[in-house]
């Protein structure tokens, strides 16, 4: 119908990265921070939306994926002095390959059997690098991706670094992931979401499709996982709990897990919550125990919410509200 | 037309975007940061939620329960101190956002007691409080390598090293357990290397060494452990893990009825904590157990009384225990260095102080402190003694008898440090 629907223009990211640009140089540093934050888990949630959403295929596994990207970055960073851009690239291609293998084995599960499998290596993987001294133990591998450029001023901070490589890291990503989502690889996905056998009979290899798919996203996650460690400048087991799996889960379903285009608001509501979990608290004056527990609380509160009344998520339930507007339009004026 | 309304869409969400970020971005402050005429800020970040935070929880209503003491007798030449307190989950990601919270929303003077090692680490590293001139006072990890003041130039220690732990155990070993056989359960990281490489320079042999991945404790797993301790014929078994190793541990060998020499690291030995987890008494009866501060049932104790006193009036049913001991402790330290900063502190003040005059803060230690103007060492060893029949540690003959040492190659020694009194009404001087 229209040209858009076929192929995703690279002017919308432009503009995007042109308003974030802006908007780097106008809020203070935490905000900057924040802003970091929201573009890795941008990153990390998309990888969910693309396997689980697009794919079918229900993986618990993505943190431990993350610290394979993340470890292969430090390491290839430190052991073998490639340089940090590049670092990011040998991230990538690592869980990349970690997820082909995964993926292998993956596409013979399903279901709850899936979950299982990924949610094993989601616990085991991170502690895994306690087994081998050149990935530092509990302590980890210091991951610095070094001081911005002089020529960007004294008054650069560290954080606005951050942002911006994290930023064209996730706008890059979204945009290539788009591109990939309205290519012939996205139907075929979403055909064998929908209907395996029927996706079969039409001549689809899904075996084959869903190991792409798995691959694909484990490098998107473990680009999001170099870029976790670049923001918090460490590799260590503990930066990649179980929690962090759930949390990124919790995320793609807010976004709505089946399309692209929520995936801020999950990411946003992610980095969001405790703050406002924060401020509501301060504001009641209440215990420890309340402060501390109200950010999962929220979640959680949110989560049920969101299955119970948008389940599709905010941005496919408007399309789909629109749609159906359109449709009544259209036979009215018949 | 709909490539229209998704522009506008985004030329509104853009603007909003903009509008929302600037209206909450906060003006910069004239004086130093985080203190006022009336109040001084201090933030801290630990695990109050999930599995790591037992026990440690209890640290921030601990220093609270000082802090809210000191302000009801003046505070700091008349300013009060504020505590923040943030949930990090024990996840180096969450421990640096919570920082950077902290640092750059509520404006803290300095950091206080931040725990764990790689939490801490990740911190320097991507908040770098040292580049910010913030403060870091008294991290509450065992880990040597933040005594560094050239690498962290902002960070001051206050526990005794796992290596001076491991090399004091060591040098006990030497002197009561010659020719015993000897068995070392330890975690299989950084925290463990730092015990092998203390109880190498003490020159302990040992006929069995038990590593185990941190996470896999379980009253299965130390069911195996007490196997291989079994068959290498262990007389003593030293227990240098986290609580929850000596808990598993404990917990099955009194099912086992397996009663060897126990030797209990300081990390996983609070007795309080394990008898509440339901280790038996009797299991820790004349185990050996090891501390830098005195026992937490010592009520001879000045310290002791006077701490317990203030924490059982400000957290009701809360039991007194080792973390709680600590985080006073260090709340009180604080005290001291923020009066020794000066009428008007600053962050340089505050650390020059400790440079200067951290050595002689008043604490409730056995041993003594190791800051100057080159050295970030906190507490330099620790004191010696037995499980009581009541599973408290007590020390052996009813004195203390504490050793001190260092982090590298240094002796250990029979100390003979003097704690000062108490300063009065336990307020700083």
Redesign the interface.
């Known amino acids: 119908m229209?040209k858009?629907h076929n192929s995703s223009h690279i002017i919308?990211f432009i503009?995007?990265g042109v308003?974030l640009y802006?908007?780097s140089g106008?809020?203070?540093?935490?905000?900057v921070?924040?802003g970091a934050?929201i573009a890795v888990y941008v990153v990390a949630i998309s990888s969910i939306i693309l396997l689980t959403g697009y794919s079918g295929q229900v993986s618990l596994g993505n943190g431990a994926l993350m610290a394979v990207g993340a470890y292969a970055a430090a390491v290839s960073h430190i052991s073998w002095h490639i340089p940090i851009i590049l670092s990011f690239f040998v991230a990538v291609l690592v869980a990349a390959l970690a997820g082909a293998l995964l993926g292998a084995a993956a596409a013979r599960l399903s279901g709850p059997y899936l979950a299982g499998t990924t949610l094993a290596l989601a616990i085991g993987l991170p502690?895994l690098a306690?087994?081998f001294s050149i990935l530092g133990?509990?302590?980890?591998l210091?991951f610095?991706v070094g001081f911005p450029p002089l020529s960007l001023g004294e008054n650069f901070t560290?954080y606005k670094w951050f942002f911006w490589i994290a930023a064209l890291a996730a706008l890059i990503m979204m945009w290539l992931l788009q591109n990939i989502l309205q290519s012939r690889y996205g139907r075929t996905w979403r055909a064998g979401r929908g209907n395996e056998v029927a996706a079969q009979l039409a001549g689809i290899n899904t075996g084959r499709s869903k190991i792409l798919a798995f691959t694909l996203s484990a490098g998107l996650a473990g680009l999001a996982g170099a870029m976790?460690s670049m923001?918090?400048?460490?590799v260590?087991?503990?930066?990649f709990?179980l929690?962090?799996s759930f949390s990124l889960m919790t995320g793609a379903v807010l976004s709505g897990i089946t399309t692209l285009g929520g995936v801020i608001i999950g990411a946003v509501v992610l980095v969001a919550i405790?703050?406002i979990a924060?401020v509501v608290a301060h504001r009641l004056g209440s215990s420890?125990s309340v402060?501390?527990?109200l950010p999962?609380l929220i979640v959680s509160g949110l989560l049920i919410l969101t299955v119970l009344f948008v389940p599709n998520g905010p941005v496919e339930q408007h399309r789909a509200r629109k749609a159906r507007h359109e449709a009544e339009h259209n036979s009215s004026k018949k | 037309m709909?490539?229209m309304n998704?522009r506008k869409l985004?030329t509104a969400s853009?603007v909003l975007?903009?509008v929302g970020?600037?209206a909450?971005?906060?003006p910069a402050q004239a004086a130093e940061v985080g203190v006022s005429s009336t109040q001084i800020k201090l933030g801290m970040t630990l695990p109050?939620?999930?599995t790591a935070s037992l026990g440690y929880n209890k640290i921030?209503?601990a220093a609270k329960a000082y802090f809210d003491y000191l302000n009801a007798n003046g505070g700091i030449y008349g300013r009060k101190i504020t505590l923040v307190?943030k949930?990090d989950?024990?996840?180096?990601?969450e421990a640096?956002?919570k920082t950077?919270?902290l640092i750059?929303?509520d404006k803290v003077m300095a950091l206080m007691a931040p725990l764990?090692?790689?939490?801490v680490?990740?911190v320097?590293?991507?908040v770098?409080p040292a580049r910010r001139g913030v403060p870091v006072l008294f991290v509450n990890t065992g880990?040597s390598g933040f005594a560094d003041a050239k690498k962290y130039p902002t960070t001051y220690a206050v526990l005794p090293s796992y290596v001076m732990e491991a090399k004091i155990m060591g040098q006990y070993i030497n002197e009561n357990f010659a020719g015993k056989k000897i068995g070392l359960l330890y975690q299989?990281?950084?925290?463990g290397?730092d015990a092998l490489a203390g109880f190498k320079t003490a020159g302990t042999k040992f006929a069995v060494t038990v590593p185990y991945?941190?996470?896999s404790q379980a009253a299965a797993t130390a069911a195996g452990w007490i196997t291989k301790f079994k068959a290498a014929e262990a007389d003593v078994v030293i227990l240098f893990g986290v609580t929850s190793a000596s808990l598993y541990m404990l917990a099955t060998a009194a099912q086992l009825k397996y009663a060897p020499q126990w030797m209990i690291g300081s990390v996983g030995g609070d007795a309080t904590t394990l008898k509440l987890a339901g280790v038996p008494a009797g299991v820790l009866y004349n185990a050996i157990g090891f501390s830098p501060v005195p026992a937490t049932t010592d009520m001879k104790d000045e310290y002791v009384k006077f701490f317990s006193d203030i924490y059982a009036k400000a957290v009701p049913g809360s039991a007194f225990d080792l973390n709680v001991l600590l985080g006073m402790n260090s709340a009180f330290m604080t005290a001291q260095a923020l009066k020794a900063a000066g009428q008007n502190p600053t962050r340089k003040s505050l650390m020059a102080a400790i440079d200067s005059k951290g050595a002689t803060f008043a604490n409730s230690a056995l041993v003594p402190l190791g800051y100057s103007a080159t050295s970030h060492v906190g507490l330099t060893g620790y004191w010696v003694g037995k499980f009581s029949p009541t599973g408290d540690l007590a020390p052996i003959g009813g004195t203390y008898v504490a050793y001190t040492t260092d982090s590298g190659s240094g002796a250990v020694v029979k100390s003979t440090y003097k704690r000062p009194a108490m300063p009065a009404k336990g307020l700083p001087n």
């Open positions: 229209h858009r919308p503009l995007g308003v802006f908007i106008m809020v203070d540093e935490l905000r921070y924040q934050s502690s306690n087994q133990g509990e302590q980890g210091l610095d560290q976790l923001t918090i400048g460490t260590s087991p503990s930066a709990p929690a962090l405790p703050e924060d420890e402060t501390t527990n999962g | 709909k490539a998704r985004i853009a975007a903009i970020l600037a909450t971005a906060i109050m939620t999930g921030p209503g307190v949930d989950r024990y996840v180096p990601t640096v956002s950077n919270e750059l929303k764990g090692t790689a939490n680490k990740a320097a590293s991507s770098n880990f299989d990281d950084d925290f290397s991945a941190s996470g």
